[in-house]
């Protein structure tokens, strides 16, 4: 008997029995379902890809000795050799995964609920990762919890959006003082890339090039 055959662990049997339903359902022809059910079908298949997403992310995160048993580089590296996947894509699949793994848990746990499509965590993970690092711990999760519930309502694109925007929705004196560090930063570097340079061309003229702050040529 195959591993497989012989599931040793609640979630190798949950696999399991997942393609043993879609094995039982393969010739099944869903022309002569009724709308309603083809409706509900479409969405409840979206949930569930979004749980096995996260089972994949899950597993993923600690299967650090997979590679090592075969000498690969990483997890992503063996998936590619085994799977023929796009490598960025397994690798942007294992960087989620360890994400979610060490400080993203809400992240997760919407997907487990089928609530966070894998396109949306990515979106929120990046938002989350962009935040500043010397922010307030309570302050971060609060952000994650409200992009979580975003991720019910906004697609990743508008999740993408609402992420860069997100201090001003939680934190808003927070996000002042970020915007004028910013600006500070800028106006900073714009100063440092200053330059003005002249060059007599030989006929009575001179060529002026310069470099200046925004502000300036404004």
């Known amino acids: 008997m195959t591993t497989l055959q012989q599931p040793q662990h609640p979630v190798l049997g949950a696999v399991v029995a997942v393609t043993a339903s879609l094995d039982a359902v393969a010739q099944a022809n869903p022309s002569f379902m009724v709308t309603d059910q083809k409706a509900t079908t479409l969405l409840e298949i979206a949930h569930a890809k979004a749980q096995l997403a996260e089972l994949e992310l899950r597993v993923l995160a600690t299967a650090e000795d997979v590679a090592a048993e075969s000498a690969a580089r990483d997890v992503a590296a063996w998936l590619h050799h085994h799977t023929h996947q796009r490598p960025e ?68 694109t508008q999740l993408r959006r609402l992420g860069r925007r997100i201090l001003d929705v939680i934190a808003p004196e927070i996000a002042e003082a970020e915007e004028a560090k910013r600006l500070a930063a800028e ?12 060059r007599r061309l030989g006929d009575g003229t001179t060529r002026i090039t310069a470099v200046v702050p925004d502000a300036t040529a404004d």
Do not use: W
């Open 89 to 156: 894509t397994l690798r942007a699949d294992l960087r989620l995964a360890e994400a979610l793994d060490r400080s993203y848990g809400l992240v997760g746990a919407a997907m487990r609920a089928g609530n966070c499509n894998p396109a949306q965590a990515h979106v929120i993970v990046n938002a989350l990762d962009d935040l500043p690092t010397d922010l307030d711990p309570e302050i971060k999760t609060k952000a994650e919890q409200a992009l979580v519930a975003y991720a019910t309502r906004f697609d990743p």
């Open 187 to 198: 106006e900073a570097h714009a100063r440092k890339k200053t330059r003005l340079a002249m």
